[in-house]
């Protein structure tokens, strides 16, 4: 069964379509690693919006199946009904299947990771989403320069302002929208270039902004129907008469 693409599957795409568009890094904002040098895009996401009506898809999940190509999120029932998720895509060994409740199960070239015991129906959000698709050009002076007016061409000869004109030229050819497309995603109406020295003085850099609509899945919202026998353990509620809190046992369901 095919899954909705994962964030992290269509975010590495975005990453990957505007390196290419704009010949710099592409880096999110929210990335835990240390400042780049200049000549780089900076990459975010907007809030979603909700496009329409979601609904809501409901499937069995299948059983493990020998000699068969798996994708990344895909699901299998194996082993006594456990339920696993691939994690790597790739071919299933000829016997067997995943095993056990680890989270790196190597089965064939595939890598499955235990999900829960009896998730038999997979429920999945399905829509549409808008999203904006911020992206921030900053590039530095050309070297020997000394304090270059914010106009100057700079390095890789080629202003911040270019480049992201030159990137949403690109983001229309059939080569950057089939890269997107592949993850479900539509780049559509593309707003300015905004030239960011023109709105404060920063002549020490070029600097420039735009944000691309965009529309794709609804990101893929699994629950798994369990088999639950019971359930138990304690909650803690606060603010009681007096103040304080006091720990309330929740029973079997």
Do not use: H
């Not at 899954?3 to 904002?29: D, Y």
């Not at 240390?34 to 059983?63: C, K, M, W």
């Not at 929208?177 to 920063?202: K, M, Y």
Request: with cysteine.
């Amino acid at each position: 069964m095919s899954q909705q693409p994962t964030w992290a599957v269509i975010e590495s795409t975005f990453q990957s379509v505007i390196a290419t568009a704009s010949g710099l890094s592409a880096l999110w904002a929210y990335m835990n690693v240390n400042a780049p040098t200049y000549q780089y895009v900076r990459l975010s996401l907007s809030p979603l919006t909700t496009v329409g009506i979601d609904f809501v898809d409901e499937r069995d999940v299948p059983d493990w199946v020998a000699l068969t190509v798996y994708a990344a999120g895909d699901r299998v029932t194996n082993d006594t009904n456990k339920t696993y998720r691939c994690t790597t895509g790739g071919t299933s060994a000829a016997a067997g299947g995943p095993t056990g409740t680890g989270a790196s199960i190597v089965d064939g070239t595939v890598t499955w990771a235990y999900v829960s015991e009896a998730a038999g129906v997979a429920l999945t959000v399905v829509g549409v989403r808008e999203v904006s698709l911020q992206m921030e050009c900053f590039t530095g002076p050309a070297p020997g320069s000394v304090a270059p007016a914010a106009g100057l061409v700079e390095a890789l000869g080629s202003t911040a302002r270019a480049v992201l004109d030159e990137v949403v030229t690109r983001l229309r050819l059939p080569t950057a929208r089939d890269a997107l497309a592949a993850v479900g995603v539509t780049p559509f109406d593309p707003g300015p270039v905004n030239w960011i020295p023109d709105i404060v003085s920063i002549g020490f850099r070029g600097r420039a902004s735009c944000d691309v609509r965009c529309r794709m899945p609804a990101r893929a919202l699994a629950e798994y129907v369990n088999w639950i026998a019971s359930v138990a353990g304690t909650a803690t509620i606060e603010g009681m008469p007096g103040g304080g809190s006091v720990a309330v046992p929740i029973g079997s369901a």
